[in-house]
């Protein structure tokens, strides 16, 4: 099977489990992955405009080079534009996972960044997995808001609309978006009770120094 197929497939397949695992709902959200291998092409695979992931086949997904021109039976997702911009900016991301999953996307709401109220904020790479601010869906303006909230960092929120999460890989890229989901949720009913203690710089150097040590985590 080629490189290309198999990325179909996985595409459809991840797309999937974000709705088995109650991370998108209907036609909300949208993945992308990197095409290494194929001679003579530089571009990606993201899942089409308007279409709930339970009626995917990989035949659906569409492929785009870097000049933002689809090929395919069906439109790319309206928020081509950061999937593009980041896969492009960050030559070790390959996935790219966008949702507006219950939490994260009521905590973007709020819009403010998530502190380090719990270590496994420094899987998303920092001290913070910061709100990018609000633009609107699909605009150039959101992609670059996205592109800075997500320097030195694998997830961010997106204010008043979801979140995205990066990866290595689709299953990387997953895991990052429920790990987010999971602290988004847990900052969130910390607040209602009161301010949450907050880990020094130290203690998150510690940790990822830590990290560094797990593959998994990479
Ligand atoms: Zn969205």
Not at 23 to 41: C, K, M, P, Q
Not at 155 to 161: D, E, K, P, V
Not at 183 to 192: G, M
Request: proline share 4%; charged share 15%; net charge negative.
């Amino acid at each position: 099977m080629s490189e290309m197929q198999h990325l179909r497939e996985q595409l459809v397949s991840i797309s999937q489990q974000l709705c088995h695992l109650g991370l998108n709902r209907g036609t909300s959200g949208n993945v992308s992955v990197r095409v290494h291998h194929e001679a003579d092409l530089a571009g990606f695979l993201i899942t089409p405009s308007g279409m709930p992931a339970n009626k995917m086949t990989p035949a659906d997904m569409v492929w785009m080079d870097f000049l933002g021109n689809a090929t395919g039976e069906h439109q790319p997702s309206s928020e081509w534009r950061f999937h593009l911009d980041i896969l492009q900016q960050k030559p070790h991301i390959n996935a790219v996972i966008h949702t507006h999953s219950l939490f994260a996307t009521t905590l973007s709401t709020l819009r403010r960044d998530i502190p380090a109220f719990h270590y496994m904020i420094a899987l998303a790479g920092g001290d913070s997995i910061r709100c990018a601010p609000y633009a609107l869906f699909g605009s150039q303006q959101l992609s670059d808001y996205a592109l800075g909230a997500l320097q030195d960092r694998k997830a961010c929120l997106l204010a008043n609309h979801g979140m995205i999460a990066v990866g290595e890989t689709l299953e990387n890229a997953l895991n990052i978006t429920q790990e987010v989901e999971t602290l988004s949720a847990q900052y969130l009913q910390a607040l209602q009770v009161g301010q949450p203690y907050i880990l020094t710089a130290q203690e998150m150097q510690e940790v990822q120094e830590k990290f560094k040590g797990y593959g998994a985590w990479k």
